[in-house]
Each structure stands twice: as C-alpha cells, then as structure tokens.
C-alpha cells in the first residue's frame, strides 16, 4: 500500500513549456485533487474529483488541466508554464463525502515547481 | 464561494504553555473540519478532526472545538513541547461538494 505517490518530486520549467504532473493512489478513494502551496497564502485548491470521469474547479484554475480517467490517477497539465506558476503541488486523496465514512485526506510527497 | 480564515498567522509559546489556533468558515454546508501539521519540507499530516455533530474532540494534549452557529473552530495544544513547532492548517469540508478548503496556516515556535 504505497499512498498517494507524486512524480517528479522537483522540476525546472521555462516559461511557455508544458508539463503534466503525475497522482496515484492505491486506496480505491472516490475524492481526489491538487493543492499548491505559496508562503503566506496556505494550501489552495487548483481542480477536483469526485470520482473517474468528473472534474471541477476550485480556487484557483486557471492554467491547469485535469482529467480523471481511472479511479487511481489524477494528473495535472500545465499548458504554457508561467513564472507565477513557482510553487509546491500536492495532489490528495480521500473517501468521498457522499460514503459517510471516514474521509482524511492522504496527501503525495508534493512536487516542487520552478518556472524560469 | 467556500472560504476559511485562519488566525494568527504567527504564534510563539514557551515551552510547556499552551497554543490556540482560530479558524471560520463561510460554507454552511461544511461538515468535516481537519487539522493538519507540516513539518518543514514534508507533506501535511493529519492530527485531529472534528465532525459537525460534535463540540469536542480531545487526542492527548490536542483538542479541537467546534461552534457550528458562529462557524468557528480551533486546535488546543497544551502542555507545548519544541517538537510541536511546525506549520498547523485548519481545513473545512463541504458536504454538497465535497471541496476541502484550507486555511492560511499557522507557524508555531515553541521555544525551548
């Protein structure tokens, strides 16, 4: 039982590149989403999933991409990195809301991001 | 849309005092509060949560307290020791949509 596993766990962009972050979990969570995390501004909620097949938005969007194909993978796309985009992603995982069971979020290692 | 306010930004205790960090929410439908501790360079762990039928919620010396009529929040810890200094987020959970909102973060220092 590996968790919530991230890759890579650091990265140099330029800007105007393309990227796509990795998310996998192996615990059969409904709920699924990515964080990035900037000094001061606390974790912020980019895109999440209730389940394969559906996604939405969340605090802050704009620039990312997802999609939710399978239950386990989660992976983020950056379409044309921009230097505002510097920061550490996480990606987190949990039982849905909706099973009325426990729902801890499990959170990857985080991936650091540079854009240049 | 869903916000959570989290105070102080800031906080230093002396070892043996006890620490409080305040969190308020605006999603009335929230349902689940989480609180979690990160350690510097590592991933945010949970240490206690609380659910919105509940007041209370005591775990050694941490305690979390929960006043659903005026949407607030907050992680006690008591008896302060320097391995509790770290980064400590509070989080709601809506229950119509299931988003997990954080709040800003608390950096405590317990000073030895």
């Known amino acids: 039982n590996a968790g919530v596993t991230q890759t890579p766990k650091f990265q140099v962009l330029k800007t105007g590149q393309s990227m796509t972050l990795q998310c996998a979990q192996d615990?059969?969570?409904?709920?699924m989403s990515w964080y990035r995390q900037d000094p001061g501004m606390g974790l912020r909620l980019i895109h999440y999933s209730v389940g394969a097949g559906i996604t939405d938005q969340g605090e802050v969007p704009n620039g990312y991409n997802v999609s939710r194909s399978t239950t386990e993978d989660f992976p983020l796309r950056l379409l044309s990195a921009a230097p505002s985009q510097t920061s550490v992603y996480f990606c987190?995982?949990?039982?849905?809301?909706?099973?009325?069971?426990?729902?801890?979020?499990?959170f990857g290692q985080g991936t650091r991001l540079t854009v240049v | 849309g869903e916000n959570v306010e989290q105070h102080p930004s800031t906080l230093s205790v002396q070892e043996g005092d006890s620490a409080v960090i305040k969190c308020t929410y605006s999603?009335?439908?929230?349902?689940?509060f989480p609180w979690y501790k990160q350690e510097l360079g590592k991933r945010p762990q949970l240490i206690i949560d609380i659910r919105s039928n509940v007041g209370e919620k005591k775990d050694q010396r941490i305690a979390v307290t929960l006043n659903k009529t005026a949407k607030h929040f907050s992680l006690h810890i008591t008896e302060t020791q320097p391995e509790d200094s770290a980064v400590y987020f509070c989080a709601a959970r809506s229950g119509n949509t299931g988003k997990l909102i954080f709040g800003q973060g608390t950096t405590l220092q317990v000073k030895p």
């Open positions: 987190a995982s949990s039982y849905s809301t909706f099973r009325g069971s426990d729902t801890e979020a499990f």
């Open positions: 615990m059969n969570h409904e709920y």
């Open positions: 999603d009335s439908a929230s349902n689940y």
